[in-house]
């Protein structure tokens, strides 16, 4: 065989290395907790558990990465247990919300009015009333809403905070989830945007800005710098007809997080380049203009996992089963189920034997009587046994909140901030 007619090495297709957990005497360690020790303290599995030392440093880490003087707005819908809502509302600059629900939640964790926004199709009249007397921003998403607010504003004399949702003619790049550009149920197309401004101006509502949102779990640097700059020049277009200066400029987030094998952490030293270079032309051309990023799994679905017991392991014409008391009624995203085309494995380990033991490869199912509940199909794992305690990485978003709990009649999951 000549060089030439050699194949080049095949990249091994492998997790990013979850690191973020120690490991420490063959356990996982959460919160500062070994894993066993920890389920004990929770007092039953499934669970999910949520490291609020690895939400602080994921903070802190975006705060050195990216200008001083951009907001960084946590979008709540990714986690939006109380306890997480109230912990990161410290340590954030606003809270984004996309039901009255919500709204409530970030209201009673303290979040300042001022810095929450409500984006979201489909409010309904009630919601827009409890935005307008609130007092948080409204990130407008059709004609009808203006109307709404203005017989409000008519009726109670009470002018609510609006934004305009823009929905963009370009799309991000590269996302797994792609909310702008085309048709869309989000926001205001493009075209129609000076129509609404219109109305909002003689509305009597206090127009603040605008919202872009492209789209969602982007791992390319490049994809988000390419839409950041895109939205910035569609907002400074816009702002030609503005009633008033525009205060806030959310250019969306999209920040993905490595989730599957061959996927790598995200670059941030190009965004925050490129975010250096938007805000040095925003103090000129929109001089009231803070900029705001708005992020929900890239803050929290690191920092969380969702851990449930073994409670069986069968073997089935060889291959190895480990059937546990959690599954796809918990956790919806890591069984393929929540949005994905093709089905992959989350990053999944033993964390009650999380050592250099033995391993094998099996599959981790849950209880329900359908092929659908598989955590993991196949992976190279820990040897586990009945009680060992298996881990799903990478959950502290779309977990808990975006799984159908009560489908089969299971115990409900319990959260827990650590
Ligand atoms: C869902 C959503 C987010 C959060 O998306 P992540 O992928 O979790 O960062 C942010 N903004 C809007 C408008 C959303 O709908």
């Given at each position: 065989m000549s060089p030439s007619d050699r194949q080049p090495p095949v990249r091994a297709v492998v997790h990013a290395p979850m690191n973020q957990f120690p490991v420490h005497d063959g356990q996982l360690v959460v919160g500062g907790m070994a894993l066993t020790r920890l389920a004990d303290r929770v007092g039953q599995t499934p669970f999910y558990a949520y490291d609020r030392g690895l939400l602080r440093q994921r903070v802190a880490e975006l705060r050195s990465a990216l200008p001083s003087g951009i907001k960084l707005h946590y979008a709540m819908k990714a986690n939006p247990m109380p306890a997480v809502v109230g912990f990161m509302a410290g340590l954030v600059d606003g809270i984004d919300v996309a039901s009255a629900g919500e709204l409530k939640v970030a209201l009673d964790a303290g979040a300042d009015p001022v810095e929450v926004s409500f984006a979201g199709p489909g409010k309904r009249d009630v919601e827009l009333r409890q935005a307008a007397a609130a007092g948080v921003l409204i990130n407008l998403e059709s004609l009808r809403e203006v109307d709404v607010l203005a017989d409000i504003a008519a009726r109670d004399g009470r002018g609510a905070r609006v934004a305009v949702r823009v929905n963009p003619d370009f799309e991000l790049k590269g996302s797994g989830m792609k909310m702008g550009g085309g048709p869309k149920q989000f926001g205001v197309d493009v075209e129609v945007v000076p129509q609404l401004l219109g109305r909002i101006a003689q509305a009597g509502l206090s127009f603040e800005g605008f919202h872009l949102f492209a789209g969602?779990?982007?791992?390319?640097a490049d994809s988000i710098c390419e839409a950041q700059r895109k939205s910035y020049e569609l907002a400074l277009r816009l702002a030609e007809a503005v009633p008033a200066p525009v205060k806030f400029l959310n250019l969306g987030g999209g920040f993905g997080i490595p989730y599957f094998p061959g996927e790598q952490r995200l670059d941030l030293a190009p965004i925050g380049d490129n975010l250096r270079a938007i805000q040095d032309r925003a103090r000129s051309e929109l001089p009231e203009a803070s900029i705001v990023i708005e992020l929900g799994r890239y803050f929290v679905g690191e920092a969380g996992v969702y851990v449930a017991r073994v409670v069986d392991r069968k073997v089935s014409r060889g291959q190895v089963y480990l059937v546990t008391d959690g599954g796809l009624h918990h956790h919806l995203s890591a069984s393929g189920n929540?949005?994905?085309?093709v089905r992959k494995n989350y990053p999944v380990t033993i964390g009650s034997k999380a050592g250099d033991g033995e391993r094998e490869v099996a599959s981790v199912v849950g209880p329900l009587c359908t092929p659908l509940d598989l955590l993991a199909d196949r992976m190279d794992l820990p040897v586990a046994d009945v009680g060992d305690l298996v881990v799903v990485y990478q959950s502290g978003a779309y977990g808990a909140s975006a799984s159908p709990q009560s489908f089969l009649g299971h115990p409900a999951c319990v959260e827990v901030l650590v």
């Open positions: 969602s779990q982007n791992l390319r929540f949005g994905q085309v």
